[in-house]
């Protein structure tokens, strides 16, 4: 059969039910598709005499398969076909689940949809539903009836339903079809069993052991534990079968063409239910070669291209996706090579990827996952990996000799310290890991364990370590970004949002307390689930953080899996680099692996045509590449130049309306105002709860934790400096905290401005347009709540000074008044009606218009931005300047005194008229000269004229204008007061 075969003989069987424009599409598609069909089977069965015949029958499976498919599905194939990288979109997220494991049953995880949805999960994998034997099963994998469901989740109408509803809400169902063999208890065995030679020659069965001796000489054990050797005796039938994993599982026969058509039909029976992915499990074993190992072998990727082809013509809205847990050279041509390029599995999981970011993880350095990525060749167009941090499988460590040994290691040496380091035998390592099949003949130990244990964070709440816990936190919170900055598919595996530890429980059923890999797939705890939006805890934190990361993922056209992906180095060892570049855009990744601060040179990043102005894409940061870029322990970025993105900053992509509708996430960037956190400050709702204050001054950051003004545990005053080295002394002063009180709940920030303090607007949380050098556009808000994981307030310096007055101090009982801080520049805030001052932005009593007598004070003012307005005439700066020395050297009777209570005067006389403060306070270093209260107090009562009859004014105006009551710590207990709110 070398032609397009006619579909005549098929018109009067399966496609006899079909209009003529269905028969159309199925005619074309066979055209399309059947050179694709013809060229991998001929490598496998063209030497056979029946070769047409088993073409033929193929034929007669597609075609039934096409006429049994339901409408809506064929609908989905034009989808599907009218957009080829449906599945490589940048708002691809997979999630993994053993359905009894998620929710009970079938009909359960339908019910947990909102859940699904709420993560922004467009790609579902259930774990093993087919029905598998009564008794030990693998987990599963162990399949007696291909066309039911396991009857403890539900039926085959359930799975139906389940992918309908998982349809609807953008979500493509994948289950797994176990390729490679059978449970000894399907059909097929059972006839093979009886004698049937039909059905032994679905299986690879041998009448003694000459055969299997010779096989075993070059196969290496699956499972050494519990399943040592390849071959089973069987007695009561006389025969050895192949069995690569257990005894109860059989291998298949792909040598008969036989099998291939049966394991087809199946598959186009599933697609009909729903499913959209099939995991083929254990592929790369399907066909036996005597004198290797009879894996990765040329046939069973001809066997992967042959069901490719053919399911396109029936179900082309079908991905098949390979599970070759391989080593790097074998891995590619699963997604195809050579003539078979785009033309075998679409997806494929990159075990490479995720061994390496462990050994990272392990060593604190970078090299080998580095090299080891570079060593790889480019995937095809048309496919796209499956990256992933866990599943529900043991790692292996597919490290290669000539990798390691090109970055100076021992891959024997390696692979042993990961399986030391992994399984708890260091006692400094993090990690708390289990060995799973130790083969002393290799040395060979894989490891289980779930992410939050081998990250560590297992031992840090065992040990009640809060620092070990923020390390681990931020080692998960790494590791994701990475399988999320890498392209393709990324999975999370069931709990892992969550941070699910190793569960022990499985040592209680019989059936599973000889594998420990169940240790790392526990059930899904709702009950933590329902804290996942509590941001101070440690569920909080991680699910927060995934979800901002997968917000940043999808509004980035540069991570879509067509664009290449290049590991680069960045002349640091503890620092990995990961280019993803395209005609969509570019982004470089970055990411330590060191728990210090690592510094990528500004050199280093000019190479790589990324020096000048970057804006991270996590956060919408905006960076200066020159000096070089410094990341956090355990921190990445995801950098694009600045000169790329436009006007159409990332920080509006990332919380615009824009973002993903149905995934909703709550970000560390949008906590904190205090104006909606509480609906009026005139009911006292604070606690006293023990949290973080910084009062982030223009000069100097005063950082503070405790409950108040009687119990602040710890105080450090710097100097600001850059952004980076400021902040970072903020944070490490918090973690010094945490480390002797634990950590804070909440952090309240009073910032210099100006500033955005709106948590609806995209630049929320940073300095924006202050003339401070390298402060404009700084994340101040951003960059402590990730680096403590606790809620954040931003609002300005005096806003907050007030709100700490307004607690403990000069305004406590008022609903109405304002504070004024004059000193290296001037600003206010304050309440009325009960409300902090907000609007438009926030308040900027420095910088309103003032009466100007230029014959009487010819200076011009020093705003950059106004020249003359109060705080370009009234400011520290303002006075020095114009006085030719700072202001604290002159002296009490000089006349700039007057001209200064001139003109804050002025400015008062405006606020007292527009707001009607019940108060004014008035702080700053300008104001600790005492000559200025009895001046300005004077000059307000003259200005007023009279004006406003009130006893405040003309009666008592010391007790309406006065110094601020918590003296110069207003500002970060104000801080403290506001972090209070949050809570």
């Known amino acids: 059969m070398n032609e397009i075969p006619s579909i005549e003989d098929l018109l009067a069987g399966p496609l006899a039910g079909l209009t003529s424009l269905e028969r159309d599409i199925f005619r074309a598609r066979l055209e399309l598709y059947w050179p694709d069909v013809l060229r991998p089977l001929r490598r496998l069965y063209g030497d056979r005499p029946d070769f047409d015949d088993c073409a033929r029958r193929l034929l007669a499976i597609v075609a039934a398969g096409y006429a049994a498919r339901p409408a809506e599905l064929r609908l989905l194939d034009q989808r599907r076909q009218s957009q080829p990288d449906w599945f490589q979109q940048p708002d691809m997220l997979g999630y993994v689940a053993y359905a009894d494991r998620f929710a009970g049953d079938l009909r359960g995880v339908a019910e947990r949809i909102p859940y699904l949805t709420e993560l922004g999960v467009t790609y579902l994998h259930l774990m093993p539903l087919l029905a598998p034997r009564q008794g030990p099963n693998d987990g599963g994998y162990a399949v007696a009836d291909y066309r039911a469901v396991n009857p403890t989740l539900g039926t085959m109408v359930d799975l139906s339903d389940?992918?309908?509803?998982?349809?609807?809400?953008?979500?493509?169902?994948?289950?797994?079809?176990?390729?490679?063999?059978?449970?000894?208890?399907?059909?097929?065995?059972?006839r093979a069993a009886a004698g049937d030679p039909t059905y032994q020659a679905y299986y690879l069965m041998y009448p003694d052991r000459t055969e299997p001796d010779a096989y075993e000489r070059t196969l290496p054990e699956v499972f050494p534990d519990f399943a040592p050797g390849n071959f089973t005796h069987y007695p009561e039938f006389d025969r050895w079968v192949w069995t690569t994993f257990n005894e109860y599982q059989w291998d298949l026969n792909y040598a008969n063409p036989a099998v291939l058509a049966e394991m087809l039909d199946i598959i186009l029976y599933l697609a009909n239910q729903g499913v959209e992915v099939l995991r083929l499990d254990a592929v790369a074993f399907m066909w036996k070669r005597l004198g290797t190992d009879s894996q990765n072998q040329p046939e069973a990727h001809f066997i992967l291209q042959a069901w490719r082809a053919l399911s396109r013509i029936a179900a082309p809205g079908l991905l098949l996706k390979a599970e070759a847990i391989v080593s790097p050279p074998k891995l590619i041509p699963y997604l195809g090579r050579g003539e078979a390029t785009n033309k075998e599995c679409e997806l494929a999981y990159h075990n490479v990827f995720m061994v390496l970011l462990w050994s990272a993880l392990a060593e604190g350095r970078v090299a080998l996952l580095t090299r080891a990525l570079q060593n790889m060749p480019p995937i095809p167009s048309g496919a796209a990996w499956i990256t992933y941090v866990r599943c529900h499988d043991d790692i292996g460590w597919a490290v290669t000799d000539e990798d390691a040994a090109e970055v100076g290691l021992s891959g024997y040496g390696h692979r042993a310290f990961l399986s030391d380091f992994y399984s708890g035998r260091f006692p400094d390592a993090f990690a708390r890991g289990a060995t799973f099949q130790f083969n002393p003949k290799t040395n060979d130990r894989r490891i289980s364990g779930s992410c939050a244990s081998l990250a560590g964070l297992e031992r840090a709440l065992a040990g009640e370590d809060a620092r070990a816990a923020e390390a681990a936190i931020r080692r998960i919170l790494l590791v994701y970004n990475l399988i999320f900055a890498y392209g393709g598919i990324p999975l999370l595996y069931m709990g892992d949002e969550l941070g699910l530890l190793n569960d022990a429980g499985y040592l209680d059923d019989p059936n599973l307390a000889g594998d420990n890999r169940w240790m790392h797939r526990p059930r899904m705890d709702w009950a933590r689930a329902e804290a996942r939006h509590d941001w101070w805890t440690v569920t909080g934190r991680i699910y927060r953080g995934l979800g901002?990361?997968?917000?940043?993922?999808?509004?980035?056209?540069?991570?879509?899996?067509?664009?290449?992906?290049?590991?680069?180095?960045?002349?640091?060892?503890?620092v990995f680099g990961l280019l993803r570049d395209s005609p969509r855009g570019r982004v470089l990744a970055l990411a330590n692996f060191s728990d210090r601060p690592q510094t990528v040179p500004g050199y280093r990043l000019h190479e790589m045509v990324f020096g000048g102005r970057q804006v991270d894409r996590l956060t919408g940061r905006q960076i200066d590449s020159a000096p070089g870029i410094t990341l956090e322990g355990y921190e990445a970025l995801w950098l694009t130049p600045e000169a790329e993105l436009g006007k159409r900053t990332h920080a509006k992509a990332l919380r615009g309306k824009d973002a993903?509708?149905?995934?909703?996430?709550?970000?560390?960037?949008?906590?904190?105002?205090?104006?909606?956190?509480?609906?009026?400050?005139?009911?006292?709702?604070?606690n006293d709860a023990y949290v973080g204050g910084i009062e982030a001054g223009g000069t100097k950051f005063v950082c503070a934790v405790g409950t108040g003004p009687d119990d602040v545990r710890a105080e450090a005053r710097f100097p600001t400096t850059t952004p980076d080295e400021t902040i970072g002394r903020a944070l490490a002063f918090f973690r010094e905290q945490a480390g002797r009180y634990g950590p804070v709940a909440a952090v309240g920030i009073a910032a210099f401005g100006p500033l955005d303090p709106d948590p609806a607007s995209p630049t929320f949380g940073r300095i924006t347009s202050t003339p401070k050098p390298g402060w404009a556009g700084a994340d101040v808000a951003g960059a402590i709540g990730r680096g403590l994981g606790a809620p954040v307030g931003f609002d300005t310096d005096v806003n907050i000074a007030g709100l700490g007055e307004w607690r403990w101090g000069a305004a406590q009982g008022l609903d109405t008044f304002i504070y004024l801080t004059i000193g290296t520049g001037i600003g206010g805030g304050g309440l009325v009606n009960g409300k902090l001052l907000h609007g438009l932005v926030h308040p900027e009593f420095g910088h309103i218009a003032l009466p100007h007598d230029w014959a009487a004070d010819p200076y011009k003012g020093r705003c950059p931005f106004h020249g003359d307005c109060l705080e370009g005439m009234a400011s520290g700066p303002a006075i020095g300047e114009r006085w030719g020395r700072p202001a604290y050297e002159l002296p009490a009777d000089h006349p700039a005194w007057e001209l200064e209570a001139h003109y804050l005067a002025l400015a008062l006389q405006t606020f007292i008229c527009t707001l009607s403060p019940q108060r004014i306070i008035l702080g700053g270093g300008v104001m600790e000269q005492p000559q200025l209260f009895p001046l300005v107090r004077r000059k307000v009562q003259a200005y007023?004229?009279?004006?406003?009859?009130?006893?405040?004014?003309?009666?008592?105006?010391?007790?309406?204008?006065?110094?601020?009551?918590l003296g110069n710590r207003a500002g970060v207990l104000g801080a403290i007061a506001q972090a209070q709110a949050l809570l």
């Open 660 to 686: 993903k509708p149905k995934a909703v996430f709550l970000s560390s960037l949008r906590l904190c105002s205090l104006a909606p956190l509480r609906e009026s400050l005139g009911e006292h709702h604070m």
């Open 162 to 190: 389940l992918a309908a509803r998982l349809r609807a809400e953008g979500i493509s169902l994948c289950i797994d079809l176990v390729c490679n063999h059978t449970a000894k208890e399907h059909e097929w065995a059972r």
């Open 944 to 965: 007023l004229n009279g004006y406003v009859q009130s006893p405040a004014i003309l009666d008592n105006i010391d007790a309406y204008i006065v110094p601020p009551g």
């Open 548 to 574: 901002e990361m997968l917000a940043a993922r999808r509004d980035t056209a540069a991570l879509h899996a067509q664009a290449g992906t290049f590991a680069v180095w960045t002349h640091n060892e503890a």
